[in-house]
């Protein structure tokens, strides 16, 4: 992942930490009380993997896993997770979780006002079924082995050369297994070098989609399964949110 001190700060860990664990009253005004945007991180796994098909020793990969709560859902269906993100702060909050089962962290009411929140990690998950790691989604350390489900859930927008990271996948994923990528698909230069974006511009003239690129990148060794919708809310302070849209991919890696 692309370097950026937002991701290392206590304000990017709150409201991710928000993003993953938040509950209606945490993040939201009443009037807005059953949004379907809350739980983006199970939601990436609960509506995007028919998870009745995963066998009992199923392995799972969540790339660019932040603080987490994707690979705690995907524990409660697979016998081994591993969560890998560049931020040093979010696999630190993510290994706390793990241990603990909760964390305590300031959110931001108004300017300088805060108050205190607890992320806590269903209590049906067994943990220990996860573990988390420090690494670079696009120079992944040899010896990960083959998984039967890969998430990537918006991430490919925030690395320096996602194609890079997209190349190492069918190495990465089980003949059969699921790849799931999602993403809004916030091209930005101080993440992503304009060269190396995946759409999000014209060449020649013709307008290049991100989904298109995808399918030219994936489709020599996947098959696609499933494309959604994704709603999420980022919330940066009680009167202050983001809504995003993110687009679901689901891939069938080719193979018995």
Known sequence: MAKSSYYETDRGASEYLLLHFGASQQLLPPEL???PALNFPARCVTEC?????????????DLGCAVGRA????AARCAEVVGIDYS???ISIARH???????????????????????VVPAAIDRKRVRFERGD????????GAFDVVLMANLIDRLRD???CLKQLPGLVQPGGRLVITSPYTWLAQYTPRENWLGGFRRKGR???TFDALKKVLWPDFDLVLRRDLPFVIREHARKFQLGIAQATVWRARGT
């Open 88 to 90: 040093q702060t979010f």
């Open 97 to 119: 979780l793990r241990r603990y089962g909760s964390f305590a962290f300031k959110v931001v009411d108004e300017g300088e006002l805060t108050y205190t929140a607890r992320a």
């Open 137 to 144: 989604a696009m120079h992944l350390r040899r010896g990960l």
């Open 71 to 74: 690979s705690f859902e995907l």
């Open 207 to 209: 307008p290049i989609k």
């Open 33 to 35: 009380a059953g949004c």
């Open 162 to 164: 996602p194609a890079k």
């Open 49 to 61: 993997l028919d998870l009745r098909d995963l066998p009992p020793t199923a392995r799972a990969l």
